[in-house]
């Protein structure tokens, strides 16, 4: 069955490290998304993508990067980590191509906790 | 800027106890209005698309309904298992993909 999948699911990193967090779809789609949730915030849009060596920024995008290679990830970056960006981070993909329905699939999540 | 706002932030029902969610939002242009299932610890569960005002879609206990204004999801006749939090989202006319949520209505339904 077509999935997304998130690595790792949970991280503990320190302030100025640089961590990377994968995302990886099996379904083809073309659009890709990065969120973080926090309380009190609900879900924020960081980077989203339309397909291979497209990126665009989103919401909350400042200390964050993303590059997109492949149809099937798009690795979100934290150049260098802070406290602030502690949070639970989730992938979604959609494809509009051919459906009504639009909507984003979401993975199951990466909690990040920078000391 | 789009916004999305929901409410109650928390529903306390007994189990049977029929009820609504409300999602108000402010999207230039609407394309298209999300809800979603949030269980602890798992990523967003899609429940329902809904495109333009007066269109209705059911899922068992589920009933969404759209205006022009906001959204609602009703809950009929409750169970345990409903407990979760429920996301609202908008996509703008603007805003190709790229879904604005509210902060989620956290729904308890006690046996």
């Known amino acids: 069955d077509a999935e997304i999948t998130q690595s790792p699911r949970h991280k503990i990193t320190e302030t100025g490290r640089q961590v990377t967090l994968a995302c990886h779809q099996t379904?083809?789609?073309?659009?890709m998304f990065w969120y973080r949730q926090d309380l009190g915030h609900g879900l924020r849009l960081i980077h989203y993508?339309?397909?291979?060596?497209?990126?665009n920024k989103g919401e909350v995008s400042d200390g964050y990067s993303v590059s997109r290679s492949n149809t099937e990830d798009l690795p979100l970056t934290l150049e260098s980590a802070a406290s602030s960006q502690t949070s639970v981070y989730f992938c979604?993909?959609?494809?509009?191509?051919?459906?009504?329905?639009?909507?984003?699939?979401f993975g199951p999540g990466t909690r990040l906790t920078v000391l | 800027e789009d916004q999305v706002t929901q409410s109650p932030e928390a529903l306390r029902l007994q189990e049977g106890e029929s009820s609504s969610l409300n999602c108000s939002y402010t999207?230039?242009?609407?394309?298209?209005l999300f809800w979603y299932r949030q269980d602890p610890g798992k990523g967003p569960e899609f429940l329902f698309t809904?495109?333009?005002a007066g269109e209705e879609k059911e899922k068992e206990r589920l009933k969404a309904t759209l205006t022009k204004k906001e959204s609602f999801l009703h809950i009929t006749a409750p169970k345990p298992e409903d407990s979760a939090t429920y996301l609202c989202?908008?996509?703008?006319?603007?805003?190709?993909?790229?879904?604005?949520f509210g902060q989620g209505t956290i729904l308890t339904v006690h046996p």
């Open positions: 979604a993909s959609s494809d509009r191509a051919g459906g009504n329905e639009d909507e984003q699939f």
């Open positions: 379904w083809n789609h073309n659009n």
């Open positions: 999207v230039s242009g609407l394309r298209g």
């Open positions: 993508s339309y397909g291979v060596q497209d990126t």
């Open positions: 989202a908008a996509e703008g006319g603007t805003s190709y993909g790229k879904l604005t």
């Open positions: 809904l495109y333009s």
